[in-house]
């Protein structure tokens, strides 16, 4: 055999292996990263999320300047560019609909709005991670409702669909200067956010505003006086000052990927455990209480936190149920 040509031979099928390995597959966070890479501002960032979504709408990745190495995921999964969402979005939702914010320092910046597949609106969660202003990193949750069926009552949990959704004002306002707290400090809140949550016992690990509200897929889950269910109209605090969710029995993998400081915002990542092995549990008021969950599930979470006065005043949230103890797609190159 010529030496010569088994050695073209054998470069060629790497290449060809290569070329059919998912970019997203493969490509650890160093790959994606770049020392010299050029700062990319506010209005830098949202432009590349605008484009990368206006790609997405007309099925064509080539017009996003994506990175030689790029990873990509929807709903916890890895996929190459062009997989999912890209081939079965046919709209998005009002320009109201629509939440962006930044992080310039990090080089990243998310979205929280809604899309529609096939005609099936859903709420969509984004974040996007730009390096030498290129997509370097993008994950994606994508929540779908289907229509109910003619004469079905809508759950008391999610009484709006995706194209109801109204997001809390204050997300959209920046903070004076002078009211803000650190980088370092939001990131803290936000993670005392979820130990406050994760086996709840009515102990708060975060401040909170007296008027905190969240918004679950849409849904004000807290701080709503015209909730439909009696724990909706409780505000954030008042609502785990009650232990209202024992139940939650980890919040694990937690991430904190976007920081807006100007408006004193942080997007992080969760996952959620119900082991489900906790049938009653006590109140701290003394009343016992039957859990809801009765098989081990998970979810998958994109939270955005807003501080104000350097306590939690609005929480919105995107997110998914995925198989019990899924791990983090992104766990380990991050």
């Known amino acids: 055999m010529n030496r010569k040509w088994w050695i073209v031979t054998v470069l060629g099928l790497a290449a060809a292996l290569a070329l059919e390995t998912p970019p997203a597959l ?8 770049n020392a010299l890479a050029p700062s990319c501002d506010r209005a830098c960032l ?7 979504l206006t790609a997405l709408l007309r099925h ?9 190495c790029v990873k990509f995921t ?15 979005i046919s709209a998005e939702g009002r320009p109201d609909t629509q939440l962006m914010f930044a992080d310039p320092l990090a080089g990243e910046v998310g ?41 079905t009552a809508p ?27 650190s980088r370092e400090r939001l990131i803290d809140i936000a993670n005392g956010y979820f130990s406050t949550l994760q086996q709840n016992d009515g102990t708060l690990f975060a401040p909170f505003d007296p008027a905190c509200s969240r918004m679950e897929n849409g849904n004000v889950s807290a701080g709503d006086p015209n909730g439909s269910y009696p724990a909706a109209r409780l505000s954030c605090g008042e609502q785990f000052k009650r232990g209202n969710y024992r139940f939650d029995s980890r919040v694990r993998d937690r991430a904190f990927l976007v920081v807006d400081e100007t408006r004193q915002l942080v997007l992080a990542r969760a996952f959620l455990d119900h082991d489900a092995a906790l049938t009653h549990y006590e109140l701290p008021d003394g009343r016992r209480i039957t859990s809801p969950f ?7 979470m994109l939270e955005l936190f807003k501080i104000r006065d350097g306590k939690i005043f609005r929480v919105e949230v995107v997110y998914i149920a995925v198989p019990y103890h899924m791990p983090s797609a992104w766990q380990s190159t991050e």
Not at 26 to 33: F, L, V
Not at 60 to 68: E, G, N
């Open 294 to 300: 009765k098989t081990p599930s998970t979810l998958c």
């Open 74 to 88: 929807e709903n916890n999964v890895a996929l190459s560019i062009g997989d999912g969402l890209w081939g079965t």
């Open 46 to 52: 949202e432009d590349s999320a605008h484009q990368y």
């Open 111 to 151: 979205f929280f709005g809604v899309v529609s597949e096939h005609g099936v609106p859903g709420f969509y969660a984004m974040r996007l991670r730009i390096v030498q202003r290129r997509v370097a990193e993008v994950e994606t949750l994508v929540n779908p409702v289907p229509p109910r069926p003619p004469g």
């Open 155 to 181: 759950s008391p949990f999610a009484t709006k669909g995706p194209d109801e959704l109204r997001h809390f004002p204050a997300m959209l306002q920046v903070e004076p200067a002078n009211e803000r707290v």
């Open 26 to 33: 493969a490509c650890p966070r160093h790959m994606r990263d």
């Open 60 to 68: 064509d990745p080539s017009l996003v300047p994506f990175a030689p």
